[in-house]
């Protein structure tokens, strides 16, 4: 007697409908990823409901030469320290310094202003336009 099966059925999955919802899957991810810009960073920025602006201690002006003035009088990086510490001695509250830069002007110029600055104790505010900066 034998009890085997003549004809065995093997089990089967169909994968086409497996195929259209990858498909479908990768064209979404292709599509989407086209779209979103990786560089972007949403940030939500203060506003002024009024136009007070902080006190200006001094302002220093860096032109497209990198040259550097402290008010009017031209000085170069090194006398800078030395030319800011009178205006900012005689400020009670917190002393200010307004960074007016050239457009063209390495930003490597203005962080050192900045860290002249942070080193006498003042706080700095760059000026810049609706275009950037100034």
Request: net charge positive; proline share 4%; aromatic share 4%.
């Amino acid at each position: 007697m034998n009890l085997r099966n003549r004809h065995k059925e093997e089990a089967e999955v169909h994968t086409g409908p497996l195929n259209d919802i990858l498909f479908i899957l990768l064209l979404f991810f292709l599509i989407v990823s086209t779209l979103a810009n990786p560089n972007v960073v949403k940030l939500s920025q203060p506003k002024s409901k009024s136009d007070t602006k902080a006190k200006q201690t001094v302002v220093v002006s860096i032109d497209a030469n990198k040259q550097f003035y402290v008010g009017n009088s031209k000085v170069t990086l090194s006398e800078l320290r030395s030319k800011l510490q009178p205006f900012l001695a005689k400020e009670t509250d917190q002393p200010s310094i307004v960074i007016n830069a050239d457009k063209t002007v390495p930003i490597e110029d203005v962080v050192a202003v900045m860290r002249v600055a942070r080193d006498l104790g003042a706080r700095t505010v760059l000026a810049v336009d609706k275009n950037g900066v100034q």
